[in-house]
């Protein structure tokens, strides 16, 4: 199987559902891939797929805008696209066998959390726009298999990067500390399960800060908790030297604490 599966798509137009509905009913909005960002394969062996009813797929996000007459191709956003693949090892069998592989599309987890951070009005993630939930054309790489689209505003700003933030200053990374426990500490219903630093839309000129990446939320009892270890699990503190081999950490004005926590 060739290392991407998402490739050629760009000017692609896919056409989503919007969220929420409007009371008039059912409306779409159609939306051009104009960059592809990154692709993450989410392979897995046919033996942990829970009898067939879990699938293997690929993780695409892209930039895109909307097309519509009204927009004059101003509107922006940002588009996950979750495709089925086949399960590890099987990726060359014939059409029939990787057709009964095929998954009955769903809500993903990011799509159940992004509804629910919309309907608390939770303004420290970018808001859903639509999705769409399909299947694969009978000659894809799993015939019938699920496919997903979903679609969020582009938000000010880049993902943070290891690179660009530990190469500021002191007063710098502090300050994106601080925002961040602020801005984390609005999450509601739903965080991200696992940390990184990638997770974390900031913009570097006016500081307005975002958190994305909510493929692996969990759920929560009302607002998120706090806790200095979420420093450490989003890179923006190395939490031992081991932890450092990774980093790559070219400020001057580093220290340790008490725990031996580098900041």
């Not at 989503?16 to 897995?44: H, N, Q, R, S, Y």
């Not at 592989?101 to 009005?121: C, F, G, H, N, S």
Request: charge should be negative; charged fraction near 25%; include cysteine.
């Amino acid at each position: 199987m060739s290392t991407s599966i998402l490739s050629g798509l760009l000017g692609t137009k896919v056409t989503v559902d919007l969220w929420p509905l409007p009371i008039t009913g059912p409306a779409f909005e159609t939306w051009e891939i104009t960059e592809k960002i990154d692709e993450e394969m989410c392979a897995m062996h046919e033996i942990e797929s829970n009898n067939g009813t879990r699938p293997a797929y690929v993780l695409g996000t892209f930039r895109c805008r909307s097309t519509d007459d009204n927009d004059d191709g101003k509107k922006l956003g940002i588009m996950k696209v979750y495709k089925q693949i086949p399960f590890v090892g099987t990726e060359l069998h014939d059409y029939e066998y990787r057709k009964q592989q095929a998954v009955e599309p769903y809500e993903p987890t990011e799509l159940i959390a992004l509804k629910a951070l919309k309907r608390r009005r939770c303004v420290v993630v970018p808001e859903l726009l639509g999705y769409r939930i399909t299947k694969q054309d009978a000659m894809e790489i799993v015939p019938r298999g699920c496919l997903m689209y979903i679609v969020w505003k582009q938000v000010p700003g880049k993902p943070l990067t290891q690179e660009a933030f530990w190469q500021a200053p002191l007063a710098e990374r502090n300050e994106i500390r601080s925002r961040f426990r602020h801005t984390y500490q609005q999450l509601v219903e739903y965080e991200p399960s696992i940390g990184d630093i990638r997770k974390i839309i900031y913009d570097w000129i006016t500081g307005e800060m975002h958190i994305c990446g909510f493929w692996d939320a969990e759920l929560l009892d009302g607002y998120a908790t706090w806790d200095d270890y979420l420093f450490v699990q989003f890179d923006l503190v190395s939490g031992s030297k081991s932890d450092e081999r990774y980093f790559n950490i070219t400020a001057s004005d580093t220290y340790h604490d008490e725990k031996g926590w580098r900041w």
